[in-house]
């Protein structure tokens, strides 16, 4: 079954305490992407990546890095999180030939 | 960059009505419009979409419409169910969706038994 995996699917975290959120998908697409979800704000995008080790900022990339070492993962890592990065967050891998984005099913953030 | 502007935020209809929900965007290279919808608590999923070389496109009770000229496209759902509240999202690229999405902020529908 084509699906996109995220980990954890929930995380309260403190101030400046890194973390890691994992996202996996197993349609061997080149394209994957991250998004925030704000209430009234809709999704905006944090980062994505075209391919193994080739990644560019979205529109709200600050406080947030990626890494693409493998086709079917693309983690988010948070270095030191702060409050207003409390959110909830979306990995999508999308099909080059239909252009489809495929949601993974979400992961909220609370930083205290 | 692009910029996708969304209207209304909230649409309430009776069931069985017709609703339109419309967005407008800045960038005239973009070139791809999909519509996701996001149920409560649920991921957003591709509801529909449409590529700037066509003007209208339909499936089932959803169509959604493309004026390039104008710089807007518009989601239409016929015969309103109550499987239809949800939120609705509007998006535009010109990087043929891989490169990411725009989206605008949603339109949340109720539709009134």
């Known amino acids: 079954e084509a699906q996109v995996t995220q980990n954890p699917r929930y995380l309260i975290t403190v101030t400046g305490k890194k973390l890691t959120v994992t996202c996996s998908q197993n349609m061997n697409h080149e394209y994957m992407s991250w998004y925030r979800q704000d209430p009234g704000l809709g999704l905006r995008q944090i980062y994505y990546?075209?391919?193994?080790?080739?990644?560019d900022k979205g529109d709200v990339p600050e406080g947030y890095k990626v890494s693409r070492k493998e086709k079917r993962n693309f983690p988010l890592i948070l270095e030191s999180p702060s409050p207003n990065q409390t959110s909830l967050y979306f990995c999508?891998?999308?099909?080059?030939?239909?252009?489809?984005?495929?949601f993974g099913p979400g992961t909220r953030l609370t930083v205290l | 960059g692009e910029n996708v502007e969304q209207h209304p935020s909230t649409l309430s209809v009776q069931e069985g009505d017709s609703a339109v929900i419309k967005c407008t965007y800045s960038?005239?290279?973009?070139?791809?419009f999909p519509w996701y919808k996001q149920e409560l608590g649920k991921r957003p999923q591709l509801i529909i979409d449409i590529r700037s070389n066509v003007g209208e496109k339909k499936d089932q009770r959803i169509a959604v419409t493309l004026n390039k000229t104008a710089k807007h496209f518009s989601l239409h759902i016929t015969e309103t169910q109550p499987e239809d509240s949800a939120v609705y999202f509007c998006a535009a690229t010109s990087g043929g969706g891989a490169d990411g999405l725009t989206f605008g902020k949603g339109t949340h529908l109720i539709i009134q038994p």
């Open positions: 999508a891998s999308i099909s080059g030939g239909t252009d489809t984005q495929y």
């Open positions: 960038d005239s290279a973009s070139n791809y």
């Open positions: 990546s075209m391919n193994v080790e080739v990644t």
